[in-house]
Every structure is written in structure tokens, then in C-alpha cells.
């Protein structure tokens, strides 16, 4: 018996990796985050598997799930949202099955972020403009450690990507303003990649305003950075004509050449 732990991406159906809908199909217990996870993520299950919406449940309540499945020798497709190593509250999850011993394995998915970025059709790592992703959330409920702190990442003033952050819009200005500058450019992706998704680009001076002016409210991904609207780059050196590597090897000189 063993539980999977998918990432079902950040939401287009068809972003879910091969190994894992084949897992969704082929285990007999499905146990997915219904509040995030599409429902036509599931839809490749069998008509056969019990499937089992966690999002009302408690952290006991899951684990008495996969300690029965254990019991009964039944694989349980584990489906989140997403990646399931980044903000996926897949951890404490796995302190549990660990003390159990209950055997799992992560099955990696699309981030949201990721989603987000080819939603703006942007890289967000440009050369010799940013080539640092910081991936962090606000300060709300959940602390975040001293060293952690906003004004203290931004300090990098690196590519910022904020989870769970979007009701913290006017904090995040008025912290990143000082360091980022007014017109440093922001986004703000709602449902990443799913038909309902909504994109706001403005700057630090004016997308709280265009922000309050909307619906959105939850699932979204706030990115802040230069990268956003840049097109004077460096190109990378990856593709240049001089750059070799193992894959494109420097010409031979002909002894003519060399005369």
C-alpha cells in the first residue's frame, strides 16, 4: 500500500502530469482537495474508487482515512493543488504517515506561480536584471520567521512570487514601495491557466487601486519585479554565437587559417 501525493496543477485539467492521472485512474481511494482541485482533475478516476473530497476535513480526519486504506492494503491517490511542496500543507501529512508507517511518494505538478508566469507570458528570470525568484507569502495568521519578513527579502530586490497574500495588497505596497521604487511593475493573476482567470498589471503606485476596483479576493498569485514589462535585457549567453559547450563545440582552425 502506498499514498501518492499529486499535484494537480494550478488548475487547466491538462496540466496534471501523465504519472500522475494514471495514479488518479488506477487507485482505488481518491482523496483531493475539493476546494482547489478541479473536478475534472477526477474525472479519470474509477467508477469503482471511493473518492473523497478533504476539504471539510481535519488533519485527524485525513489521517484516519490512510491509516484504513493502510489497513486494507488500498493505494490512495493523495491530490493537491499545485505543486504539493509549496504551500501545500502536504507536510504535516507526512510527519503523520512517517509515525505510522505508512509508505508514500510525491508526484510533482505544475506550481501556480508557474502558471501564473505563462499566463503573463513572461520569464521571470532575466539576465543581469533578476535572476533570483523569491517565493514567500505576507504575514496573516500563519507568522512568518524574523528573518522572513517582507522589507527584508525585498531587500534582494529580486522577482518577488507571493502565495496567499491577496488580501494583504495596501501592507505590500507600502513595504516594497521604499525598496522596489513606485513604478516597479506588479501583477496579479487570479485562477492561473483556468477558464475564469483574471490578469491585473499595474505598478506599486496604483494596483492596490485596481486591485480594490475588483472581484478578486482568493487564488491568486501576486508577482512583483522588473522582469514583468522588461525588453531591454541582456541576451543569454546560452544561444551566443561565441558561447561553446558540450553540445556546440568550438570550430577547428584550419592550419591555413592559422598562417
Known amino acids: 500500500m502506498k499514498v501518492f501525493i499529486i499535484g494537480a496543477g494550478p488548475g487547466d485539467p491538462e496540466l496534471i502530469t501523465v504519472k500522475g492521472a494514471r495514479l488518479i485512474a488506477e487507485c482505488p ?15 479519470g478516476a474509477s467508477k469503482d474508487a471511493r473518492v473523497l473530497d478533504s476539504s471539510g476535513m481535519t488533519l485527524d480526519q485525513i489521517v484516519e482515512i490512510l491509516t484504513e486504506a493502510r489497513d486494507k492494503d488500498l493505494n490512495v491517490a493523495r491530490v493537491h493543488t499545485g ?17 505510522l508507517g505508512i509508505e508514500y511518494e510525491i508526484i510533482p505538478g505544475v506550481s501556480s506561480f508557474s502558471g501564473a508566469a505563462a499566463a503573463l507570458g513572461r520569464e521571470l528570470t532575466l539576465p543581469e536584471l533578476s535572476q533570483t525568484i523569491i517565493i514567500t507569502r505576507m504575514e496573516g495568521r500563519t507568522p512568518m520567521p524574523e528573518k522572513e519578513k517582507l522589507a527584508e527579502l525585498a531587500k534582494h530586490q529580486a522577482t518577488l512570487v507571493l502565495f496567499l497574500s491577496i488580501t494583504l495588497v495596501k501592507q505590500l505596497c507600502a513595504e516594497l514601495t521604499p525598496i522596489y521604487g513606485a513604478d516597479c511593475p506588479v501583477a496579479i493573476v487570479h485562477k492561473a491557466t483556468m477558464p475564469d482567470q483574471q490578469i491585473l498589471m499595474g505598478t506599486l503606485a496604483d494596483i492596490e487601486e485596481k486591485w480594490k476596483a475588483s472581484s478578486i479576493r482568493a487564488q491568486a498569485i501576486i508577482i512583483v519585479g522588473r522582469v514583468l514589462t522588461a525588453e531591454d535585457f541582456a541576451d543569454s549567453r546560452l544561444y551566443a554565437a561565441d558561447f561553446f559547450h558540450k553540445f556546440r563545440k568550438r570550430p577547428r582552425v584550419s592550419e591555413a587559417e592559422n598562417v
Open 29 to 43: 481511494i481518491v482523496l483531493y482537495t475539493g476546494s482547489l482541485v478541479p473536478a475534472e482533475v477526477l474525472r
Open 83 to 99: 505543486d504539493p511542496s509549496i504551500f501545500g500543507s502536504t507536510a504535516e501529512q507526512m510527519r503523520r504517515m512517517n509515525a
